[in-house]
């Protein structure tokens, strides 16, 4: 919950500011020309101001949060959304922590860098920090008290730029948008039903719980870095880490094709939810591999589709298994089919717990993949890749 800045921390920040605090605009890394000297009780009044945030939040008092904001009426009625998007949310905790060395006067307002760190309750091991760029300017009417009239933030969630409606199931907090939300039920089953299989066959203690998002709008997916292939658009869905924790966020073109394909799909992206930090060392091969492998298990084998460039690319021969570098690349359809066959075929020749024993050894710090492959399975890249051909060839091209 929140609590009030140590006494240090506000001490600190009133001696620079009694000092000559800089002045200037909303950029932080910009150079500021020098203030006159502020009141030393500004420092508290600002943090007495983010304290009564979070609490009309978490007591979902609107009229109190009204009064906490000013500016312009397209920035209030900004935050009222903001505020109806939260208080639909199980939070867990919500607190505000200002830099110390980040104020800058601006006339009778101040800027100031804040981080908010928001817990959802069930779903997240420890709070998700974000930071942003918040403008304060004295309360009409009440001396020594300040009102939020300007916020500028880095990495938006998707209830921080536009209104949102959650909906919940067991264990799975759904994140959709006005638009999206009528595919709210039969998205949250796919999720359900996808926990219990993935729960099933992941060999991992986790939460068993997932925040997903399903919108209409792209942005939230367009704006996500260092995804696979590196544009996020091209990816019918992606997971992703929040603080301790992984999310996943659903293509919008996806989330209004319920069906086997899009219930594969979930499964998928719950594997990663559900293996967590464990692939972190591991080649993206054999943890895409294990995800698709996972993704089809309650799937009839006549029903378990695979990219045809997967086939195309067993038929001609493929040497080895992709490289971390080019896996996402133009390729990546038969990279995923390639790996996906790899793992099964560990699986048919060394029992079902072999992909997870090799997804341990390689996640190993400083561990070789292909010592790990020789050490542990007598085998290498190349012939993975020569028997998940075999078996590609084998099942889908008589299919065809």
């Not at 600002?46 to 945030?53: N, S, V």
Request: net charge negative.
């Amino acid at each position: 919950m929140s609590s009030r800045r140590p006494s240090l921390l506000l001490a600190a920040l009133v001696t620079i500011l009694a000092a000559g605090a800089p002045a200037g605009c909303s950029d932080p890394d910009e150079p500021a020309a020098p203030a006159a000297a502020a009141a030393p009780d500004v420092v508290p009044a600002l943090d007495r101001a983010l304290e009564a945030r979070a609490r009309a939040v978490r007591r979902a008092d609107a009229d109190g949060f009204a009064r906490l904001v000013g500016g312009t009426r397209a920035f209030r009625e900004r935050e009222g959304t903001w505020f109806g998007n939260l208080t639909q949310l199980p939070i867990a905790r919500l607190s505000y922590r200002p830099a110390p060395g980040s104020l800058v006067r601006e006339g009778d307002a101040y800027r100031v860098t804040v981080t908010e760190s928001l817990q959802l309750e069930r779903y997240d091991a420890a709070p998700v920090t974000s930071e942003g760029r918040y403008r304060f300017a004295p309360a009409p009417r009440h001396p020594g008290r300040y009102r939020l009239t300007g916020l500028t933030g880095a990495d938006p969630q998707p209830w921080d730029t536009g209104p949102v409606v959650v909906r919940e199931g067991d264990g799975v907090l759904g994140v959709f948008d006005p638009d999206s939300v009528d595919r709210a039920p039969d998205l949250i089953a796919s999720v359900e039903d996808g926990i219990a299989t993935v729960a099933a066959e992941v060999p991992y203690d986790w939460s068993r719980t997932v925040v997903v998002y399903a919108l209409t709008d792209p942005a939230f997916l367009d704006g996500l870095e260092d995804v696979p292939g590196d544009d996020p658009g091209d990816l019918d869905a992606v997971a992703f880490s929040a603080g301790d924790g992984t999310r996943f966020v659903i293509n919008p073109r996806v989330v209004d094709r319920p069906g086997p394909e899009r219930d594969r799909l979930v499964r998928h992206e719950l594997v990663h939810v559900a293996v967590g930090t464990h692939d972190d060392g591991a080649p993206v091969w054999l943890s895409e591999g294990l995800a698709e492998y996972v993704s089809v298990r309650p799937l009839a084998p006549e029903d378990r589709r695979i990219p045809e460039a997967a086939v195309a690319a067993a038929e001609s021969g493929v040497d080895d298994l992709p490289d971390d570098a080019t896996f996402n690349g133009e390729d990546s359809e038969a990279h995923y089919g390639l790996a996906w066959w790899a793992v099964e075929y560990l699986a048919d020749a060394y029992g079902e717990e072999a992909p997870w024993q090799l997804l341990d050894a390689m996640a190993a710090p400083g561990a070789d993949p292909d010592s790990v492959l020789h050490d542990q399975f007598a085998t290498s890249s190349h012939e993975l890749a020569r028997q998940a051909d075999r078996l590609i060839v084998a099942l889908y091209e008589a299919a065809g």
